[in-house]
């Protein structure tokens, strides 16, 4: 067993056998840990392993900087629960680490993101934060279970967010102007190719269910959002339908996304399933749509497409192998994309309500379903 060891050893780098540690968080006497640096005195360096113990207040961490080989992970000794703190929950920057709620068999989401009685995100990320990965942690009450919207910084390539489970975001004021699960890129300062962009980022087998608004957002850059559950979305819409008006779909393409959306089952919402303003070839494959009501709000489709992107990668998709069943909106598809900023895009086998209304580009092409008689567009 010694040897065994021994060569284990040899095989590591020799920086990470010699720094890499365990390390436990000291929390002040309000229950918040805060480190300004994480490189300071070797608090938290390449390859150490964080281990969170009962509950805290908020947590803050910039400048965590491991590396492929020898990632910063945070992950839980029983159940941990974090937040209350009125600004942040969990917050961290910097590159190679990882939140892992699998650190006890006993507990399927070991850590929990609750920020009550504050309004705001369970995780957040800064800008310069890359090769990041957060798994098996709920997200309850609050206005983004992970935010991460920079504006300035660099490339934030290969963030994988998998395997959580995202709940009851249904303590929003109206008045709010978001309610997502995952808000990944930033709208309001978007630009194409800006250097804050996400490259490489997949959101996959995470479950999302009973939020005022949007399920999972994407803005700036590529994704693969797949193999997620996203159920009753947009519930804001029940009480007042005004609210949220524009971050209420299961899935939100931004301006300046490219994302490949493949076998979602997004049901019970009451927004648009999938909202497209990117750019950009992108695939939406095998995806499962059921029991979207939209009566309330007229103006809404199931799946809107809209890239008003002049002079960028024209959009084209590329629909295919899709399941729409129970629904009550304005049209089914309704592209809006003006026929200069796409060279057109395809819509074949997938099967849709009888009669159900399709409204296309000049450019796109319509192929039914040919073994199904729920294929006809009106």
Known sequence: MKNLLKFILCLLPFSTVLNAKPVTLTKDSYGNVYIANATTNNKIVAGDTVYLQGDYKSIKISNLQGTAASPIVFTNLGHVKIGGYPSYSFALQGSYWKVLGNGDPAYTYGITLDPRPAYIQGISISATSSNWEVAWCEFTKGGAGILCNPSTGGKMYDVWIHDNWVHNFDNAPLTAKTAE???????????????????????????????????????NGNFIVRNNVIRRWGLAAKIDYTAFASQRSAIEVGSFAT????????????????????????????????????HLITAQDIIYINSRNAGLPALVLNVHDNTFKGLAGRSLIYNGTPATNTTGSTFTQNVIPLNAKINLNSKDVWKPYASSALNTPK
């Not at 630009?191 to 490489?200: C, E, G, L, R, T």
């Not at 999302?208 to 803005?219: A, L, S, Y």
């Not at 979602?264 to 990117?278: E, L, S």
Request: net charge negative.
């Open 181 to 219: 699960a995952f808000y990944l890129g930033t709208t309001t300062a978007a630009q194409y190719d800006a250097p804050f962009q996400f490259v490489n980022c997949i959101v996959e087998n995470n479950l999302i269910e009973d939020v005022w608004g949007d399920g999972i957002q994407c803005g």
């Open 259 to 294: 994302v490949q959306i493949h076998n979602n089952r997004m049901v019970g919402g009451y927004g648009d399933a999938m909202n497209i303003f990117g750019i950009g070839n992108m695939e939406i494959a095998n995806n499962y749509v059921d029991s979207i009501d939209l």
